[in-house]
């Protein structure tokens, strides 16, 4: 069954060109669903050649989500607001560009918060948030995180993520222009990792270096054939982390991983 899926996927790879960013990725995403997440899982860890097209879908994909970006944030720019609301409010619940609406992925969040604990949270640090930071602003919403931190490494995300939180009035948060390389995460007790970041493992790793003790991690990592555009950090953490659990796989191929350091993580279980 595998070798029916591999030759359906393989002629979609052959013609990626013939088909826009958002055709591709969809395209992709379809059979994925089809066959069903773990046999994704499979078909890459037995064909690992499909991965040399990661390059051409990483920027399709790429692409895509730009489109969705603009679409969307214009949308929510040119609205009239008399007071503060929140993203939920005013997110479109229907997407013709991605894979995933905002409203929808404002809402995929919801099992993180079952794992992750904010209550003594005081700074939360986003990596890779985008123009469109839903993930900072759920957090702003479900939690009283004194300042929730973005990072991205595109101006314009950083100038548009900015602008949108001061329309919304989100006012516990700010973007800044920096690699999550580079960030010195000392004062976080929270640090989400975004799927696109790149390169995600090396990510990983400073936070190890410079996070305080008992941070919690939570790395929205690529299932299935969604690793084709995404890097997983897990498949290489860093020896002094670990993963101490995960949510459900999600219709878009992405899952939300838990992380801890190793002897933080051991002591918390037995007690």
Known sequence: MLKSWKDDLERILDNSRDRSPTELINSIRDIGVAMGHDAGEA?????????????????????????????????????????????????????????????DAYKRLDEVFEHADFGRCRRAVMVGCGGRPFTMFRIH?????????????????????????????????????????????????????????????????RIADTAPRDVQVVLWEPYSLGRLWAERAEDTLDPRLEVVGCTKVSRNMTRDVFVRFRDVAGRERAS
């Open 141 to 205: 919403d479900q939690t009283n995180v004194t300042e929730i931190i973005g990072l991205d490494v595109v101006p314009d995300a950083v100038k548009t993520a900015n602008t949108l939180a001061a329309k919304l009035g989100y006012s516990r948060m700010h973007a800044e222009l920096c690699n999550g390389r580079d960030y010195d995460y000392r004062d976080a007790q929270v640090v989400y990792v975004a799927s696109m970041v790149s390169p995600k493992a090396a990510v990983v790793s």
């Open 43 to 103: 078909l890459l860890d037995t064909h690992p050649e499909l991965f040399a097209h990661r390059a051409t879908l990483t920027q399709a994909f790429v692409e895509m989500v730009h489109a969705q970006d603009v679409a969307e944030i214009r949308q929510m720019l040119d609205r009239e607001l008399k007071e503060p609301t929140s993203f939920d409010q005013v997110a479109d619940d229907r997407t013709s560009i991605g894979v995933m609406s905002s409203k």
